[in-house]
């Protein structure tokens, strides 16, 4: 084997891929871009491994959110404005105690927590993840005791516990319970308002005839009493107890509860998909229209852009509209129409680079040589449109995006998994406007922004690598 | 005789995509979507059952002949007895002819008209038309004066900086932005007590509303209803100018730096030409034929999109507003005024496409030819 291999050097617009790489990361623009595309990367692949694969059933399913509080801001709004408003609290820090006597098994839960927010927790879920306990013949019964920071103490209860969630603060005895605990404390009566939750006023006191809260360390004794000698339907491992705060987790909540944190993380999957699915779309019409037309020119030329002007003048947002509310599209009906509608810019600039490609003389040469449209096309032409296929790749982008975000926002062609424009839509449905939901609002369209701008800025940075002319300075 | 021939054609194309538009949405629902239509009507029927049921005596055989008089009436009215080839051309009839029927919940949009979509679109107009002329119009005038300056100093830091803000300005979602701005400006402000503070929306205070539904040209009148106006004006309008000054000026400025690499500019420079008759004469010259096509082939684009959606977040009541009311404002979707918008909207869209293609065509000598 001593033939010599033949050194040819590959090269596009009259760059070599390193060079291209070099002009791109040469400018600001392409090394922010460049880092911020590596952090939509990770940040979309840490959304799919997080979330569990069945994470649009579970986020269409109201019973899993409904500890969480509803319109909460995110728990580190405290740290910003002062200790305001109680955060979500999942007790595990309890003791446990079982005793049986006569039959009965008396279970003693007793646990601290110490309040020092204006505003107390809304509610107390006491969750029993046993589904033995809905079929007993007589349910497990709990009364409470609360040891309040003044020394007073409220007796609560006793409770039928016969589904998987009690909602302490709505159950009528709970209630009056309380409002008896304030006529004989403080001579106030009824102070719980007719259709709210007593558990907040556990943690109030009255001073000079104001409601206030009463900062501190609480006592809880939760006594359940089980009337069997299987004590272990209710048990160490199968026992919640939940303070609903009226802050949660990094990003708050929504009206049904929803951990928006868990929300915004899964738009990044699907508007990547949506982005890139509808780019993909686009340039490949728009290649083969562009590559038809241009390559065989004539009438089939004259023919296919007459059909890319029509494409081109199209008004794509109100036929999507329409569709939609027609048709009641899916996302990815939106998706496909959207790309079968936008293709016509796209197909213009490969046409016109390849007729500026084959009127060279180097395809001259191969004609005459007797080399075949195909290889020519194969060799010649599609080598060099590579990079403005990515070009164009990328510039679709962000458009698709953000008009799958309008339409989104308007409640059309929505899907399972939660979208960023359908979170705003949701916002915009239920007030957030009109009741300052800032940690609704905000981060959904930033995250849009986010995602467009990244592409956008990749772009701008391979301008000088398509665009021979801006490449100085 | 070429320019004759060029519009011609031009005109013609753009009246055969109107019929194509107008045909794929009359098609659609006479055929795929005539289900949701019949579905509208049975409502439509109930609640006029319901009506009469309220403010007379009726026997329930009364009733269900009523009920199935007033169906198949309604039926026939929306010609969903007739076959749907009929039935596309009936409404693709109807469509053109601007009997564009009522609308299912005419209180949605303050009875304007009657219920008339007609009527209720015409009402929106004014509003769209307010707020994309002047939108459009200064954030072109700004940003390409931006985009022009930022050009001719190509790669110093305030170029950068317009670089970026164009990246962000066309990154961020007009509508989205309009949220942020009623945040900031409308609840904050309102919540802060701050003795200035921006309306949550509408086009007019309520007192004009009616004025402005009925007679805008009178609200013009009234220096109160105009200071008013304008106070309703100032948080769309910004909006719209953050976000399109952006656009333009990244648009100018790549004009002008691919002219600025012609080989005339560069003898020019050899030449020893002052700086600034270059500028004038052998860069900005050539380059606003260029801009000025672009302005006018994208306006019906920013229209059509963008501002739609931001209308809808402020409340303004245009043709995007009232696409809102339509499709989510009303108990279901407001079919009549979803459809007809849509092809008000179309119809507007190849008008101005039009318009501006005959003013592109005298601005480049060119084309006269």
């Known amino acids: 084997m001593s033939m010599a291999k033949k050194q040819r050097e590959f090269r596009i617009l009259g760059m070599t891929p390193s060079e291209i790489t070099k002009e791109f990361f040469s400018s600001s623009t392409g090394k922010i871009s460049a880092a911020l595309f590596i952090i939509l990367v990770v940040v979309s692949m840490y959304a799919l491994i997080v979330l569990p694969p069945n994470f649009a059933s579970v986020w269409n399913n109201p019973k899993y959110w409904q500890l969480n509080p509803q319109y909460a801001p995110p728990a580190w709004i405290n740290s910003l404005i002062g200790p305001v408003y109680s955060p979500q609290v999942y007790v595990h820090d309890y003791t446990y105690a079982v005793q049986q006597q006569n039959g009965v098994t008396y279970i003693t839960v007793t646990f601290n927590v110490n309040y020092e927010y204006d505003k107390p927790w809304s509610e107390i879920f006491i969750v029993i993840n046993n589904p033995a306990i809905y079929s007993m013949p007589q349910p497990p019964v709990l009364s409470v005791t609360v040891y309040r920071p003044d020394g007073s103490k409220i007796t609560l209860g006793p409770l039928p516990i016969n589904s998987r969630v009690t909602t302490f603060g709505v159950a009528s005895e709970v209630i009056s319970q309380v409002n008896l605990f304030y006529n004989e404390e403080y001579h106030v009566s009824s102070i719980v308002p007719t259709g709210s939750s007593a558990t907040p006023y556990i943690f109030y006191t009255i001073n000079n005839g104001k409601l206030t809260p009463l900062k501190g360390t609480y006592k809880f004794d939760f006594v359940f009493y089980v009337f069997s000698q299987n004590s272990s339907v209710i048990n160490r491992n199968n026992l919640e107890i939940v303070l609903q705060g009226q802050t949660y987790g990094l990003m708050g909540t929504d009206n049904e509860g929803h951990d928006l944190w868990l929300g915004l993380l899964a738009g990044f999957p699907i508007d990547l998909a949506v982005g890139l699915l509808s780019a993909l779309i686009i340039v490949v019409i728009a290649v083969i229209i562009g590559i038809v037309a241009g390559f065989y020119g004539g009438l089939t030329d004259e023919s296919l852009m007459r059909l890319t002007d029509f494409v081109i003048l199209l008004p794509a947002f109100p036929l999507l509209i329409v569709f939609s509310v027609l048709f009641g599209w899916s996302i990815w009906d939106a998706v496909i129409f959207l790309a079968i509608v936008s293709w016509g810019a796209s197909a213009r600039i490969i046409r016109a680079m390849i007729m500026q490609i084959r009127s060279a003389q180097y395809i001259e040469s191969a004609v005459i040589a007797g080399a075949s449209r195909m290889w020519i096309l194969r060799n010649h032409i599609l080598p060099q449109i590579i990079p403005y296929i990515l070009y164009l790749l990328v510039t679709n982008v962000p458009g698709a995006i953000l008009t799958l975000a309008s339409i989104n926002f308007l409640g059309l062609a929505g899907s399972e998994y939660p979208t960023w424009g359908m979170l705003l839509y949701y916002a915009d449905e239920f007030g957030a406007l009109t009741s300052g939901y800032w940690w609704w609002v905000i981060p959904p369209g930033l995250l849009v922004a986010f995602v467009a701008v990244v592409f956008i800025l990749t772009a701008m940075a391979s301008e000088p690598v398509v665009n021979p002319r801006l490449r100085y300075g | ?369």
Do not use: C
Not at chain 2, 105 to 119: A, H, I, R
Not at chain 2, 175 to 192: K, P
């Open chain 2, 1 to 369: 005789m070429g320019l004759a021939r060029t519009l011609a054609v031009r005109a013609a194309t753009l009246v055969v995509l109107l019929f194509i538009v107008l045909f794929v949405i009359s098609f659609a629902l006479a055929g795929p979507a005539s289900k949701i239509l019949k579905d509208e009507i049975m409502m439509e029927t109930k609640s006029i059952i319901m009506n009469l049921m309220l403010h007379g005596h009726y026997n329930s055989t009364q009733i269900q002949q009523l009920q199935t008089q007033i169906m198949t009436e309604l039926e026939s009215a929306y010609g969903l007895n007739k076959p749907p080839a009929i039935r596309t051309l009936y409404i693709m009839y109807n469509m053109i002819v601007f009997n564009w029927g009522y609308s299912y919940f005419p209180s949605e949009y303050g009875n304007v008209g009657g219920g008339k979509v007609v009527d209720i679109i015409l009402s929106a107009l004014p509003g769209t038309i307010l707020l994309d002329t002047f939108g459009i119009l200064l954030s072109a005038f700004i940003g390409i004066e931006i985009g022009l300056r930022s050009a001719l100093k190509y790669g110093s830091k305030s170029d950068r900086a317009v670089m970026y803000y164009a990246a962000l300005a066309n990154g961020i979602p007009q509508w989205w932005l309009g949220i942020v701005m009623l945040l900031i400006f409308s609840f904050y402000l309102a919540q802060m007590h701050s003795p200035i503070s921006f309306p949550t929306g509408g086009i007019i205070s309520p007192k004009y509303y009616e004025l402005w539904l009925t007679d805008p040209v009178k609200v013009f009148t009234i220096p109160q209803a105009v200071l008013d106006l304008l106070w309703h004006f100032t948080l769309p309008l910004i909006t719209v100018l953050i976000i399109n000054i952006g656009s333009w000026a990244y648009f100018a400025r790549t004009v002008v730096l691919n002219i600025s690499q012609e080989d005339f500019v560069t003898f020019a420079k050899i030449k020893g030409l002052p700086e600034n008759h270059v500028v004038n004469r052998y860069i900005l010259r050539p380059a606003a034929p260029s801009i000025l096509t672009s302005i006018f082939i994208t306006i019906p684009f920013i229209i059509f999109g963008g501002f739609l959606v931001t209308e809808m977040v402020f409340h303004w009541w245009g043709l995007g507003y009232v696409y809102n009311i339509a499709i989510v404002g009303s108990p279901t979707p407001d079919l009549p005024v979803v459809v007809a918008l849509t092809y008000a909207s179309t119809l507007l869209y190849i008008v101005i496409i039009f318009i501006m293609e005959i003013v592109y065509i005298m601005l480049d000598p060119r084309l006269r030819e």
